[in-house]
């Protein structure tokens, strides 16, 4: 078509300009070819040229009109070669939901110089918003994950990591003032082994007698940490998300024969009442069974998960803290659950640990079925939360926490919250939200074990309908 046009332009040029045109010279008729051109050159050879001129600029019109018309889309058909011969090998497929109409295969390259998993794929960005509105996604479905407000997705590809507990990774104290074990960027994920809170390295044989420990003398629990994510600053908060807990096949609780205020009363601080149990943990039964022939059902998960609670110095294990969390012990800290931790110190610094296959609300002895723990969770950060302090949003429900001496002064913290929570969540006010509180949230004692109380308040997932009317 381009080269008729080209024809077709050269043509009109040689009659308008060419021969087929007279002219007066000196008042006659007569034709360019008939005179003598002073330079040399014939009329006609310049009518020639304009001609040609003429022909190359409708050309180049004529090619910019053909730009500007969008191509026909390839069908399977059409398609002669597959994408993925121009790509590199170790990039993974899109997903089949996700693949053009078209047919053809279309994959992202990996970007230069990121660490793909271990199995050989780039996981997928993960960066999630905060649950504080929307609709849950039913059962075995997740919501894709969407940014949270004030940031932007990261294009990148995220890492996963493994890393255990060792002579060089363990800890035994909240600090900021060690160097990280690891670092990790926004979004990635970890797998972490721990050791159960003594770190222990050895199976207990029987009841009573002890083997060697991984720290000693230990000042707390033995931990993991602390783990860097890079750029978290104060005024973040960082959400972990437990994506998978696996318990180690043994684990123990101990009970009595400590001094505190509760053996006392309960009769049992004299260290001859001490009667702790060995557990064999069935993790793919979902089981666990002692020497009495006694058995619960598992649900794992870890109970140390914070950040320094300040930039300076060591602070002890034990007490669960409003401000940066720790020993917090909640039985809802499952798989599928998020925890959220306010940053306190430039790259938030996570410590984690003292895994529980089982426990109850309160942890009454002072310890559940400890053992070690495989932990994968997902880090990222938030720059807005709806409610200040730690919380929760668990398989069973939004939490918010209260942790204090007082057990009055920490159900109020957790219940203040909560009325915040759901205040911000259905536009009514406080008031209306503590009488929606008084028929929907439970309030429950977290633990009693570290002599400070922990509270939580939970409420269910569908515990407040909003299609009544």
């Known amino acids: 078509m381009a080269a008729v046009g080209v024809v077709l332009l050269y043509t009109l040029g040689l009659r308008l300009l060419g021969t087929g045109q007279p002219a007066d010279v000196g008042g006659e008729r007569t034709q360019y070819a008939e005179e003598t051109p002073r330079s040399g050159s014939t009329p006609r050879m310049a009518s020639l040229g304009a001609g040609v001129c003429f022909a190359l600029c409708g050309a180049a019109v004529l090619y910019g009109i053909w730009l500007t018309i969008p191509p026909v889309p390839l069908t399977v058909r059409d398609a002669t070669v597959c994408s993925r011969h121009h790509l590199a090998p170790e990039t993974p497929p899109v997903p089949a939901a996700s693949r053009p109409s078209c047919g053809v295969t279309r994959r992202r390259a990996r970007l230069p110089g990121r660490p793909v998993s271990q199995a050989g794929q780039a996981d997928p960005p993960r960066r999630h918003a905060h649950p504080a509105r929307g609709p849950r996604p039913a059962p075995g479905r997740e919501a894709r994950p969407t940014a949270p407000p004030g940031a932007a997705w990261q294009d ?145 998960f870890l109970g140390v998960v914070g950040v320094p609670p300040e930039a300076t110095g060591e602070h002890v294990t034990t007490p669960p803290r409003a401000v940066g969390g720790g020993n917090i012990d909640c039985r809802e800290l499952v798989a599928g659950a998020t925890l959220y931790l306010p940053v306190t110190v430039p790259d938030a610094l996570l410590t984690v640990g003292d895994g529980h296959a089982a426990q109850g609300d309160g942890e009454v002895s002072g310890t559940a079925v400890e053992c070690g723990m495989t932990t994968t969770m997902t880090l990222s950060l938030l720059d807005t939360a709806p409610v200040a302090g730690i919380h929760a949003d668990t398989p069973a429900g939004r939490i918010t926490f209260g942790f204090d001496a007082d057990l009055n002064a920490a159900t109020t913290t957790a219940l203040d919250r909560m009325i915040d929570w759901i205040a911000a969540e259905h536009g009514i006010g406080r008031a209306e939200a503590l009488a929606m509180a008084s028929v929907a949230v439970s309030m429950r004692i977290t633990q009693i074990a570290n002599r400070t109380w922990g509270v939580h308040a939970l409420l269910a997932h569908d515990a407040i309908l909003t299609q009544t009317r």
């Open 156 to 300: 990148r590809r995220v890492t996963h990591h493994r890393i255990a507990t060792t002579a060089d990774t363990a800890v035994d104290v909240f600090t900021a003032e060690r160097r990280p074990v690891l670092t990790v960027e926004p979004g990635d994920t970890v797998t972490v082994h721990t050791l159960d809170a003594a770190g222990y390295t050895e199976r207990l044989p029987a009841p009573g007698v002890d083997v060697p420990t991984l720290i000693s003398p230990r000042r707390g629990h033995c931990l993991l940490g602390p783990i860097a994510v890079a750029g978290a600053r104060p005024g973040q908060v960082l959400a972990v998300r437990f994506d998978d807990l696996v318990p180690d096949d043994w684990g123990y609780t101990g009970s009595g024969g400590v001094d505190t205020p509760l053996n006392r009363a309960l009769g049992l601080a004299d260290p001859s009442t001490r009667g702790p149990l060995l557990w064999d943990i069935d993790a793919s039964a979902g089981t666990a069974s002692n020497q009495l022939g006694l058995g619960v059902r598992t649900a794992p």
